[in-house]
């Protein structure tokens, strides 16, 4: 079984009973059948405040979830630095701001990016709908790639 | 002055989001004041139909800070469809339940505390917003943010263990629950070598405990009056003897200088209890019927619970309470902020009570599912870690849900949490010219205490947005800011 670098750790966000927001989870299910370590795939709805505790632990962390936004390739991956700005409530908080407490409380840095995927529709139902698949694919057909230059 | 209508919207670090509106009238006083939550309610209608197994599972996405509460609370009402009441359950999974439900307040309390709380606590009312977060808390004393981190951690593992994930996980099934511990799961929480164990986090929670007192020595007058107003409390008791009690009981209600108002078997509550609307709310209240709208209301919640139980049956946490009891010479507290210092007693409750369930043998036995004769109508109370909550479900012949009532804690508190607001709002903002930040906040920390989940209140469903609102007299919009 091919396998991931332990000291990678990818972080699906998302909810996959709303169609689209499913495709973090999607992209780790993929991610999954090519073979990756699932002990480095998380699952989660949203990121909280002990999830800078988790990533202390890594390397190199990807945060991958579903995106509104235009995106020219149909998903966007940008690396990510510390954000300090303060308006998280406690139920939802931004990659940038975990990666900011896990350096304030545990003195580490890791490599981090989000990778962002564009999807269209958000309803209460299971499953992607056809474009939002397609940038899935397209997405992970890049990450797989350029893991090696990633971490 | 002309008057107008100031608006805070939404709230911040409370779960879900609500809005503030302070009246103010022509002379600058606070003509009135309260919360509003306008979020569309839809779990009641939209569970109908559904069958009755699938509603622990579904109906815990109320909410992704407490969803145990929800899947437990459904699950006994959903046990009592299947012909199981609390007490024919089996050993094994009452108790697996029930550590499933202390790892969940364990973790909510501390996240409460350490990420909603402390910041006011530690900065105070005057600290600038960039200053009133974790991070800020973090920067300035890394050993309490990263206790809290692992604090929250450690319940949420409690809570993985159990239900196979952190959020919206699965233990109980009608009758019972699916699976028992394992030995090799009980070694993780006991062993400390990939977390801190038990025992470190029983003396984590003293030490906050201690924090909390010296805290409340340094600032007594403050901590005592802010927000504080005579009320009714509320909580489920321990059957028998009384005690603190959040699995199954008892609803007990004193008035607010110790007067038992009702003590209840906690399926009777329709009996005892009706609901009042208003027209600005989606939040309902809830009011108990013998003494009406007006003085029939409740406060729920760990300052209730330590106010309506008789002692706590764990041996640290009943020093604790003892401590705390002393304070007000054993009458009822009804000093709000001291609302922190009761969910710390809890914390520390939880912290041993999970250590005693770890060391239990039970949990990893193999008696799991019970059935009896099957009913059409269940209802299920737990106190959550906001309070009382209770799930009522009736279902057709083929098992399918046809009626559905929820009231959760942030709505049993819902006309305690709009005192609050009136009593800061009269204290604060009468005659200045301007609203502070510091006063605003002093608002929003009335409303904090109670720690409100206001998507769990209305069963929220899609975004929230973030507007502040300032509007005169006459509803017209003078600013509007969104955050």
């Known amino acids: 079984m091919k396998k991931l670098d332990n000291n990678t750790l990818f972080i699906g966000i998302g909810n996959n009973t709303r169609q689209d927001d499913g495709l973090g989870w999607c992209f780790l299910d993929e991610l999954e059948k090519k073979g990756f370590n699932t002990n480095n795939l998380i699952y989660k709805y949203q990121l909280m405040v002990e999830d800078a505790d988790l990533i202390s632990n890594y390397e190199t962390v990807f945060f991958i979830d579903a995106s509104k936004n235009n995106l020219e390739q149909g998903f966007s991956i940008s690396e990510l630095t510390p954000s300090k700005e303060v308006n998280f409530s406690t139920h939802a908080v931004p990659p940038n701001q975990i990666l900011h407490l896990c350096e304030t409380v545990y003195d580490k840095n890791p490599k981090s990016y989000t990778l962002e995927i564009q999807g269209y529709n958000w309803n209460i139902e299971i499953g992607l709908s056809k474009l939002a698949k397609l940038n899935l694919n397209k997405a992970l057909t890049y990450v797989c790639k350029n893991i090696p230059k990633l971490s | ?483």
């Open chain 2, 1 to 483: 002055m002309e008057p107008k209508k100031i608006t805070i919207d939404p709230v911040t670090r409370v779960e879900g989001h609500g809005k503030v509106t302070i009246k103010i009238d022509e002379n600058g006083k606070v003509s009135d004041a309260y919360l509003h939550v306008v979020e569309f309610r839809g779990f009641e209608k939209f569970i109908q139909g559904h069958p009755y197994w699938e509603v622990p599972i579904i109906v815990q996405r109320l909410c992704g800070i407490c969803p145990v509460s929800h899947h437990l609370a459904a699950a006994k009402a959903i046990d009592q469809l299947v012909g199981i009441d609390p007490e024919n359950l089996s050993s094994t999974a009452t108790k697996l339940r029930k550590l499933l439900h202390y790892g969940q307040v364990f973790q909510s309390h501390a996240l409460h505390f350490f990420y909603l709380a402390s910041p006011d606590l530690l900065f105070g009312i005057n600290a600038p917003v960039e200053k009133r977060n974790i991070v800020a808390v973090a920067t300035e004393n890394k050993e309490l943010a990263k206790k809290g981190i692992l604090m929250r951690k450690f319940g949420q593992e409690i809570i993985t263990s159990l239900s196979g994930k952190k959020i919206h996980g699965t233990l109980a099934v009608p009758g019972g629950v699916h699976k028992a511990f394992t030995p090799k799961q009980l070694e993780y929480f006991l062993d400390g070598k990939q977390i801190p164990n038990i025992d470190t986090m029983i003396s984590w929670s003293k030490e906050v405990i201690d924090f909390m007192k010296s805290f409340h020595l340094e600032n007594r007058e403050w901590v005592d009056n802010f927000a504080a107003y005579p009320s009714n409390h509320l909580g489920l008791v321990d059957k028998v003897s009384g005690a603190l009690e959040l699995y199954d009981g008892r609803i007990r209600s004193i008035d607010s200088k110790g007067k038992e108002l009702l003590n209840i078997e906690d399926i009777e509550y329709r009996n005892h209890f009706k609901e009042g609307v208003e027209a600005w709310s989606y939040l309902k209240f809830p009011y108990m019927t013998k003494y009406g709208r007006e003085k029939g209301w409740n406060r729920v919640g760990p300052l209730a619970r330590l106010n309506t139980c008789t002692h706590i049956p764990t041996p640290l946490a009943e020093i604790e309470r003892q401590q705390f009891k002393a304070y007000t010479k054993n009458k009822p507290n009804n000093m709000t902020m001291h609302t922190h210092w009761a969910r710390l007693i809890e914390l520390l409750h939880c912290a041993e009570n999970i250590k005693e369930l770890l060391l239990d043998e039970d949990i990893m036995g193999n008696d799991l599912v019970r059935k009896g004769t099957p009913r059409n109508k269940g209802i299920g109370v737990i106190e959550a870690p906001r309070g009382t909550l209770i799930h009522e479900y009736h279902i057709d012949n083929k098992g399918l849900i046809t009626k559905c009532n929820l009231i959760v804690s942030t709505t049993f508190n819902n006309e305690a949490i709009n005192q609050g607001v009136r009593s800061v709002s009269q204290s604060t903002l009468n005659g200045k010219p301007k609203i502070t930040e510091p006063m605003l906040n002093q608002i929003e920390m009335a409303i904090r205490a109670y720690d409100p989940c206001l998507s769990c209140a209305t069963h929220a469903l899609g975004q929230m947005p973030l507007i502040v609102q300032l509007e005169d007299n006459h509803g017209n919009l003078l600013d509007e800011k969104t955050r």
